[in-house]
């Protein structure tokens, strides 16, 4: 059986114009995210990776993104924001901090605890 634990590019259903590479998700990550998904029932829909919950969750999910998606998600494409008259890619951080950028963030959480499951038996020989 091979794992795939490398970076991969991912494109946004979201927004298609944007692009990331991400790498699943390290034990100490998953954990936290399945604890938070046990406590606020919030449940990913097929293979979409859409997370549907209240929005008083979804800022809750914000909180523990900030800290996991740094760690999983780099080389953030197609999407620029203009702060102080200055337009610029977010960092992978800020995605958690402006409120019109929660929805990628939250597909990034979605799309990682997606590729971070192992699906089947392993094969034996």
Same mark, same amino acid.
């Given at each position: +059986? @091979? $794992? ?9 259903? !979201?927004?298609?114009? &944007? #692009? ?41 999910? +914000? @909180? $523990? ?9 780099? !080389?953030?494409?197609? &999407? #620029? ?45």
């Amino acid at each position: +059986m @091979e $794992l795939d634990l490398d970076w991969r590019t991912v494109q946004s259903e !979201v927004w298609p114009e &944007v #692009s990331y590479e991400l790498r699943p998700l390290r034990v100490w990550a998953f954990r936290d995210l399945m604890a938070f998904w046990e406590k606020h029932g919030a449940q990913t829909e097929n293979e979409n990776a859409i997370i549907r919950m209240s929005p008083v969750e979804s800022f809750r999910l +914000m @909180e $523990l993104a900030e800290r996991i998606l740094p760690d999983h998600v780099r !080389v953030l494409n197609g &999407v #620029s924001v203009k702060t102080a008259g200055e337009l610029a890619t977010p960092e992978i951080a800020q995605l958690c901090q402006e409120s019109a950028l929660i929805p990628l963030a939250g597909e990034m959480v979605a799309k990682l605890v997606s590729i971070s499951q192992v699906e089947g038996e392993p094969e034996k020989k």
